[in-house]
């Protein structure tokens, strides 16, 4: 019984417990980036193409030349003291130069993320505003008309992949009704936002329709738990018995799906981003990866894996607040 | 005048064979405890719950359910809040799903207060720690700040009891209280229970399987049998002399308080479901007195007979001496 061993309100012993959880789980962080930044080097280090051949492109080098080269760029160094060098750098915050730019890569991807950032955070609002709210409807109405409308857009909208809903929503408010700029990023707060509303839109689709579907079964499950009828029988108004009980207790399951869908969220930029020719950090992925610049593709793998890892810790960190029958040890769940 | 007042109450709902509730009638009155038993799925539940007004979504109600004159069936939102923060009170079976388990103790005690009577937050942690120790909880302000997880099953009940005095009712509830709960905190919530009619002068209906506990702790006892109430008397006449088959029956078949188990006889059979219905008495294919031809007819409602009111065809012909053969008839099992 842990109510003997965990002392009541919980107040005393609760700060070490939580400094100690956020250490071990920064151990386990730090673990799982170095574990993927290995992954990452070696995979592109076996993956087909020679950026040697890039960077010499339409000159034919003479042998002396391209072996200057590869010296240069320590090519000749065997995998394991190559993989150590890029570690080392990128531990100093030095991720390399780009062949693609002729810059520092750190430089090229920072000044690519304010729009991905923009672009990420106006769809996670939709999604959490819409989400949430359709799956609510859905849930109180259940049965009715209302109930139908959600349950159908859920399924069209799980079913559209981000880039088709991108085309789409561009050639019809963006191309034919003129409603949206369809290219670029634009130029100030304002314009920058008229430009990532058909973006935003379209990487939401897809993980607004499945937010939905979570909250909605959610929302039901709760209904039907006694303790919704307990406070019915005490004449607490409905309105507060939503509230406070089915919507607060079903915000644990909601939560814990919404992190599990960042990471396709992230990735399912990439197409977004170019489908829209946007600046950021999705479409500098693409363009990198057919380009083979490296470099640049290591770097944005691992930011976004770091991002990943980032948001579920932060999640189970601050899971207690939501659920206090999670004990705060992280790996409890 | 009777507390609680129900009469020829009918719950149907559409699709089923036969009403939840079929033509009950019940009466508490203040001071008064009353017992409702029966087997599983008799509608037990379903009649304590019309008592505040909440009955199964979707049913056709017939009849009248009247809490100190306010009638109940049909009553809007105001007229039914009124009843249940300031009237009757319930106290359901199990405290561990009847408490959300991600809000404090606390919360959950000053819910109603706050919301519905607009209470400041220090006033009503005064009421309910008050509320705490009234329920036997040595330390109130400590249980106010606990989870429900950090509680154990007996200290829940009580909690779920204080709740239930918020309002100060007249009327309390209690749906099988103690059936969750080992034995010994069994008796102590009973003991509590008692205590609590007794000081407040609270009318009390008492459901339960167990009948024997019924006829030790209750002044009238209703049997129910497949949403009717089959027998009516006071504890003492429905213990010595039972006129409905199914009431000696469940005599026959509940072990006695003390003693060894030589009379546990149980009822063969199961009892009938929603999706059945009977054109003759419903406990007909399991009663060891069924007459054919009297017997498929339904029988009356409750009518006198003796001291006591029993709706069976042979009520006048089973005197107590012929069911009384049913108890001690162990031997040839
Ligand atoms: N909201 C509801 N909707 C549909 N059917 C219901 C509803 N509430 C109860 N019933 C049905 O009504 C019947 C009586 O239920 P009830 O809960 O009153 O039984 P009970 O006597 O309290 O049984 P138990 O001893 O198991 O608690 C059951 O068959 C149950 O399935
Ligand atoms: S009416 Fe007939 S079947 Fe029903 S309980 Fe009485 S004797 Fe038994
Ligand atoms: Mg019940």
């Keep these: ?333 | 005048m009777a507390l609680l007042d129900i009469d020829a109450l009918s719950v149907t709902l559409p699709g089923m064979a036969r009403p939840i509730l079929d033509r009950i009638e019940l009466t508490v009155a203040a001071g008064e405890t009353v017992a409702l038993v029966g087997e599983s799925g008799s509608g037990k539940s379903v009649t304590a719950r019309a008592a505040l007004g909440l009955f199964p979504a979707g049913a056709d109600l017939a009849g009248r359910v009247r809490v100190e004159d306010i009638d109940l069936v049909g009553a809007d939102a105001a007229r039914l809040r009124e009843v249940r923060t300031g009237i009757a009170a319930m106290i359901f079976q199990d405290p561990r799903a009847g408490i959300s388990p991600v809000r404090r103790i606390g919360d959950f005690l000053t819910e109603a207060l706050r919301l519905v009577g607009g209470w400041s937050r220090a006033r009503a942690d005064a009421r309910a720690a008050e509320l705490l120790a009234a329920v036997g909880l040595p330390d109130p302000e400590r249980h106010l700040r606990q989870f429900p997880h950090e509680m154990s099953g007996g200290m829940l009940q009580r909690v779920m009891i204080a709740a239930a005095l918020c309002g100060e009712p007249r009327l309390l509830l209690c749906d099988e209280p103690t059936t969750a709960l080992d034995v010994a905190t069994q008796a102590e919530i009973l003991a509590l229970l008692g205590r609590l009619r007794r000081e407040r002068d609270l009318g009390l209906l008492l459901i339960t399987h167990d009948i024997e506990l019924a006829a030790a702790s209750c002044d009238r006892i209703y049997v129910m049998y497949a949403g009717r109430i089959v027998e009516t008397a006071t504890a003492d006449e429905l213990f010595a002399r039972p006129r409905h088959p199914y009431t000696a029956g469940l005599l026959g078949s509940s072990p006695p308080q003390e003693g060894p188990l030589t009379r546990l006889a149980p009822i063969p059979g199961a009892p009938m479901s929603l999706l059945e219905s009977a054109t003759g008495c419903a406990f007909a294919p399991r009663c060891r007195f069924a007459e054919p031809g009297r017997c498929d007819q339904a029988p009356p409602v409750l009518e006198p007979h003796g001291a006591g009111r029993v709706a069976c065809h042979r009520a006048d012909e089973l005197e107590p001496p012929v069911l009384a053969h049913l108890a001690p008839d162990s031997e040839d099992r």
């Design chain 1, 1 to 333: 019984m842990p109510a003997a061993t965990r002392r009541s309100g919980g107040r005393g012993g609760r700060g070490p417990a939580l400094a100690l959880a956020a250490l071990r789980r920064l151990a386990g962080m730090a673990t799982t980036l170095l574990v993927t930044s290995f992954l990452v080097f070696s995979s592109l280090y076996l993956a087909p193409g020679d950026p040697v051949s890039f960077l010499v492109k339409g000159r034919s080098p003479s042998p002396q030349e391209l072996d200057t080269i590869r010296e240069q760029y320590g090519f000749n160094d065997p995998f394991p003291v190559r993989y150590w060098h890029w570690l080392e750098g990128v531990l100093q915050g030095d991720f390399g130069r780009s062949y693609l730019f002729h810059q520092g890569v750190g430089d090229v991807v920072w000044s690519r993320l304010p729009a991905s950032l923009l672009l990420i955070g106006v769809s996670m609002l939709l999604i959490a505003v819409f989400g949430v709210g359709a799956g609510i409807v859905g849930a109180l109405r259940r049965g009715t008309w209302a109930d139908s409308t959600v349950l159908l857009m859920v399924t069209v909208g799980a079913a559209v992949p981000s880039f088709v809903a991108a085309i789409l929503l561009r050639s019809v408010f963006g191309v034919q009704l003129g409603w949206f700029p369809t290219f670029g990023n634009g130029e100030g707060a304002l314009d920058r936002l008229h430009h990532v509303v058909l973006p935003a839109i379209a990487l939401s689709v897809t993980f607004t329709a499945l937010v939905t579907r979570v909250t909605r079964t959610a929302m039901l499950d709760e209904l039907r738990r006694e303790h919704v009828e307990v406070a019915l029988s005490r004449g607490i108004p409905r309105r507060s018995v939503i509230r406070r009980h089915v919507l607060r207790n079903a915000l644990g399951p909601i939560v814990t799906v919404s992190a599990l869908l960042v990471s396709g969220m992230l990735v399912s930029t990439a197409l977004v981003e170019t489908a829209f020719g946007m600046a950021g950090v999705g479409s500098l992925l693409v363009q990198a990866v057919s380009q083979q610049d490296f470099q640049v593709v290591q770097a944005i793998v691992l930011l976004v894996v770091a991002a990943f890892v980032l948001i579920n810790a932060l999640v189970d960190l601050l899971y207690p607040l939501i659920d206090p029958r999670v004990a705060a040890q992280g790996s409890a769940r």
